[in-house]
């Protein structure tokens, strides 16, 4: 029977950072202050920021969920990693995508799927930010249903050639690898991911310019015409491209929803600071009670965002440790998709709220507000959009028997 003294052990419960853990924020911290008055510069110009890898790679954090085996990796679990997404999503979400893509998406999934031989070619080089990856699944016809992209294959001379088109590519102009996925010729079934050097012939980029928001990340669009890839670029086992497409969703979804927990908190440092200085009516508008009710809002929003983020962080990291775990696997992909789905819609109702208190003087992409309030638009869209997600939670609830495509 237990005592008193064991029912009180089962209730601790250990929120603190370890050790570790502070020494890799105090390094992102560092890197996030030398980025934000370059990548605030760059923002008003409405050009992309060149000094994100130079940076960040001298903080040693182009690969930091990557095993140590290979470069610059840095060995860190998924909650580490998560809480450095999210100082680093403070400083905009156009340098937090940067890392969803190249880590998250490109990384992890070469980690998770490449054999060997794959790892060794492309991480060390990625981890360094000598290769830059990024993640080609979306097309003009297919976004929220990849099964229906249209980007072929067919072997020819010990080769596969592959033809199509993907956009809003993230990293794709200026990344050296991309995953591709790809049918076979001729068949709606059997999907392959490939590894694509983008200096392949018939591998061309064009990008997409005035988007609402992200003007310093890339977004590209991809052209592939008859560009030839090597068996050994396959990746993942022959015919299970959508398995490795959504496994680097949902890493790539976690990325986004830490990154937006970091804009949510650098909306409530600004809404303060703003707060405490802009004189209304007589008084510092701090102290009028509907600015304090958006404040009171984005500070609650933030912290529930904050604990869904960790929690799917925890849960994926142990369905990183157990990957055979087909349970841990939908607890992970289900914890992962509420709280993409609720950081996103809090980051963007938190950035709308901290634009009503700037009033007049946050419209304008001069006030931090208003360009989070840009760029948090197409978190609701991209790495699973709204209607999605809402499904996916929806059937954690009601079982797959209610699958709305079935």
């Given amino acids: 029977m237990l005592e008193q003294d064991d029912f009180m052990a089962l209730s601790k419960m250990n929120f603190d950072s370890s050790e570790e853990q502070r020494l890799v924020l105090e390094q992102v911290d560092r890197a996030c202050r030398e980025i934000r008055p370059i990548e605030e510069k760059c923002y008003l110009e409405r050009r992309r920021n060149e000094m994100v890898k130079p940076i960040f790679g001298k903080a040693h954090m182009l690969g930091l969920p990557i095993s140590r085996k290979y470069g610059d990796g840095q060995g860190a679990d998924m909650v580490t990693y998560t809480m450095a997404m999210e100082r680093i999503g403070r400083e905009g979400t156009g340098v937090r995508t940067f890392f969803s893509v190249h880590i998250a998406l490109g990384q992890l999934t070469i980690q998770?799927?490449?054999n060997?031989?794959?790892?060794?070619s492309i991480l060390p080089g990625a981890t360094k930010g000598d290769r830059l990856l990024a993640f080609g699944l979306t097309e003009p016809n297919s976004g929220s249903d990849p099964a229906s992209l249209t980007t072929s294959f067919e072997e020819k001379d010990g080769k596969?050639?592959?033809?199509?088109?993907?956009?809003?590519?993230?990293?794709?102009?200026?990344?050296?690898?991309?995953?591709?996925?790809?049918?076979?010729?001729?068949?709606?079934?059997?999907?392959?991911?490939?590894?694509?050097?983008?200096?392949?012939?018939?591998?061309?980029?064009?990008?997409?310019?005035?988007?609402?928001g992200l003007p310093t990340a890339d977004t590209s669009t991809l052209y592939l015409d008859k560009v030839e890839v090597p068996k050994e670029n396959l990746l993942g086992p022959r015919g299970k491209g959508l398995p490795v497409a959504y496994s680097g969703l949902m890493n790539g979804r976690l990325s986004v929803a830490a990154g937006c927990v970091g804009v949510m908190q650098d909306c409530l440092d600004e809404a303060v600071r703003y707060s405490r200085v802009r004189v209304q009516h007589g008084k510092k508008i701090g102290k009028h009670q509907l600015v304090q009710r958006h404040i009171g809002i984005i500070s609650t929003n933030l912290e529930a965002a904050r604990w869904l983020v960790l929690r799917a962080a925890f849960t994926k990291q142990k369905f990183a440790e157990n990957p055979a775990d087909?349970?841990?696997?939908?607890?992970?992909?289900?914890?992962?998709?509420?709280?993409?789905?609720y950081a996103a819609n809090a980051s963007f109702d938190a950035a709308n709220r901290a634009v009503q208190v700037f009033g007049a003087n946050g419209y304008s992409f001069e006030a931090r507000p208003a360009q989070h309030l840009a760029d948090t638009r197409v978190t609701s869209i991209y790495e699973g959009a709204n209607e999605i997600l809402e499904q996916k939670i929806a059937l954690g609830a009601l079982g797959r028997e209610f699958e709305a495509y079935s």
């Fill in 116 to 120: 060997e031989e794959q790892k060794q």
């Fill in 112 to 114: 998770s799927w490449g």
């Fill in 326 to 341: 087909v349970e841990l696997r939908d607890a992970a992909d289900l914890a992962i998709a509420k709280a993409k789905y």
């Fill in 160 to 212: 596969f050639v592959i033809s199509g088109q993907k956009t809003w590519i993230s990293n794709g102009s200026i990344a050296d690898s991309v995953i591709i996925f790809a049918y076979p010729k001729g068949v709606r079934e059997g999907m392959c991911a490939f590894i694509v050097d983008k200096k392949s012939e018939g591998f061309s980029t064009k990008f997409i310019e005035n988007k609402l």
